[in-house]
């Protein structure tokens, strides 16, 4: 810890001393956190026919932008905005339902900022940069005197406040978040360069060829795009960009690469802000952002050590939760016993004379008797028949089962019904099935 550092932790009363500490501050307080959830995630294909990537389930009974609202509010941020845009009405549902925890009497909110053409009656939210620029006047009345620009598609566990004592301490006028990948994945990301001092020198948006880490050749800094801004900067740039015409209004195609070399940018590695990191092993993020990783993220978690800990109770993931009874297994017959094992199983599901092995069921799942379900994922209200068998499966909200169904044993078969990822995972939908069911999930 050097002097600086020393001197914030002092004077912003940041807490430390602890195994786990948390850096709540006057900094953190006076944080307005942006969640930018407005996106499709086209690449879950139909998994986000009739809802926003952000409001789709995840880990037995939460939802994915419960990770980003989480970390706000252990981190000490209590204003927070919401940008929504696209088939958002059952992530407006969630957080009206599942934060409303927050007491406006003591200034902490969650603001619902759905795209309503605010500049222009010509176009919603361009892009993300745009999408801060439409709600400059909430953030002015909010009068922060930092903006933290979150995605509300990711799931990890980070501590902001850290983030945000580093950002004071270098002086910065803007700070980026940042991770190690493999360098064949970085094209997805915008990719960076740094010096010795963590200042960034080189940024570039989802290269064809991405710079590696000096001694790091299989390896690329990507931006996890998290964003750190002192207010007074953020305004004055997203004003200079809302004004240039060439411009796509967007923090990573724009705003950063013109940035870096003008300002000062800095960049704080991930593994400095991570919460529940375990001795040696890498910080855990995930963009769950395919059929494949969103499958992949899911299993990990029915492993004995998983390495995201949702037993954490100092580092809770907040959600709303429905009031419902125990999960149940029934039926105790050589050939008919209701069993889980190295599963997750939510409230309110009833498992009777069938097994389930290495999968998580959602709230509200009935499967019911000789049914075999292997290495899948069923979100809630599903409701299997009989002598069904599942294995490597993703059952969309709201699918009922037919009885003999069976799914993941012939891909071929699979294809004609259903969509199989290129890994071999398949996702059922009600639409799939010919089934009616409400559109709103």
């Not at 305004?235 to 705003?255: C, T, V, W, Y």
């Not at 009777?352 to 008797?369: A, K, Y």
Request: charged content about 20%.
């Amino acid at each position: 810890m050097n002097a600086e550092t020393g001197y914030l932790q002092k004077k912003y009363h940041v807490a430390v001393g602890n195994p786990a500490p948390r850096f709540v501050s006057r900094i953190t307080k006076n944080t307005y956190a942006m969640v930018l959830a407005g996106g499709r995630g086209s690449r879950l294909h139909q998994l986000t026919d009739w809802r926003a990537k952000p409001a789709v389930p995840f880990g037995g009974k939460f939802r994915i932008i419960d990770f980003a609202l989480s970390n706000c509010v252990n981190s000490g941020i209590r204003r927070i905005g919401v940008a929504t845009q696209y088939k958002s009405h059952s992530l407006i549902q969630h957080i009206q339902r599942g934060w409303s925890f927050l007491n406006g009497q003591f200034g902490e909110f969650v603001d619902l900022l759905p795209a309503q053409q605010r500049v222009s009656e010509n176009y919603w939210y361009k892009g993300t940069a745009d999408a801060v620029f439409q709600n400059l006047d909430i953030l002015r009345a909010s009068n922060p005197d930092f903006v933290l620009i979150l995605a509300g598609d990711h799931v990890y566990k980070m501590d902001y406040g850290k983030l945000l004592a580093f950002h004071v301490d270098s002086k910065a006028d803007m700070t980026v978040a940042c991770l190690e990948v493999p360098i064949n994945d970085a094209t997805a990301f915008g990719v960076i360069g740094v010096d010795e001092h963590a200042r960034v020198v080189e940024f570039a948006e989802k290269p064809d060829h991405p710079a590696s880490i000096p001694g790091k050749p299989d390896k690329s800094l990507a931006s996890m795009g998290i964003y750190v801004f002192n207010t007074k900067f953020l305004f004055e740039q997203l004003i200079r960009d809302a004004d240039d015409p060439n411009s796509s209004h967007d923090f990573g195609k724009d705003l950063i690469p013109y940035l870096v070399g003008k300002y000062r940018v800095y960049a704080q590695s991930f593994e400095h802000s991570c919460v529940g990191m375990s001795n040696g092993n890498l910080p855990y993020w995930r963009d769950v952002g395919t059929i494949d990783s969103y499958w992949e993220a899911n299993m990990e978690l029915t492993k004995v050590l998983p390495d995201l800990n949702m037993y954490d109770q100092e580092w809770p993931i907040w959600t709303h939760q429905e009031q419902l009874p125990p999960a149940k297994f029934v039926f105790d017959e050589e050939d008919r016993r209701g069993m889980a094992i190295d599963s997750l199983v939510s409230g309110g599901c009833i498992v009777s004379g069938s097994t389930v092995r290495r999968s998580l069921l959602f709230s509200d799942v009935r499967v019911n008797g000789f049914c075999t379900i292997e290495d899948s994922v069923l979100l809630p209200n599903v409701d299997v028949g009989q002598h069904v068998t599942l294995k490597r499966v993703i059952v969309d909200k709201n699918c009922n089962l037919p009885d003999g169904l069976i799914v993941g044993v012939n891909q071929e078969e699979d294809r004609k019904r259903f969509h199989v990822s290129p890994n071999g995972v398949t996702l059922i939908t009600p639409d799939m099935l010919g089934q009616k069911t409400h559109r709103f999930r």
